[in-house]
Nanobody
Framework: QVQLVESGGGLVQAGGSLRLSCTTS????????MGWFRQAPGKEREFVAR????????YYHDSVKGRFTISRDSAKNTLYLQMNSLKPEDTAVYYC?????????????????WGQGTQVTVSS
């Protein structure tokens, strides 16, 4: 069983920044993707960004391109999401996940493990 533990959420004003972290117990994940999803109140969970762990190749949802940056620290087994220029519509619970496959049309279908989530609230 792989454990994913997110941290870094909180309350921030619009235009501000937050950095989320996700520490995983999984060691041999070089052949996997890791990513971030979010779920706003009353809405379905949606994909935010993902990274191919071995190469660092990234992919983003259009709504966060240019504002969010996904990265990883292999030595620390940690995934990050740097969020800048935050907007009220970014308010959601953010989840990290590991994925064995990634399909842009259905990104959550390849998820193997989910974290417990961390709340991000952006005030206007």
């Amino acid at each position: 069983q792989v454990q994913l533990v997110e941290s870094g959420g909180g309350l921030v004003q619009a235009g501000g920044s937050l950095r989320l972290s996700c520490t995983t117990s999984r060691r041999a994940f070089s052949t996997y993707y890791m990513g971030w999803f979010r779920q706003a109140p009353g809405k379905e969970r949606e994909f935010v960004a993902r990274i191919w762990w071995s190469s660092g190749t990234t992919y983003y949802h259009d709504s966060v391109k240019g504002r969010f940056t996904i990265s990883r620290d292999s030595a620390k087994n940690t995934l990050y999401l740097q969020m800048n220029s935050l907007k009220p519509e970014d308010t959601a619970v953010y989840y990290c996940a590991t994925m064995s496959v990634f399909t842009p049309a259905q990104p959550d279908r390849g998820v193997d493990y989910w974290g417990q989530g961390t709340q991000v609230t952006v005030s206007s």
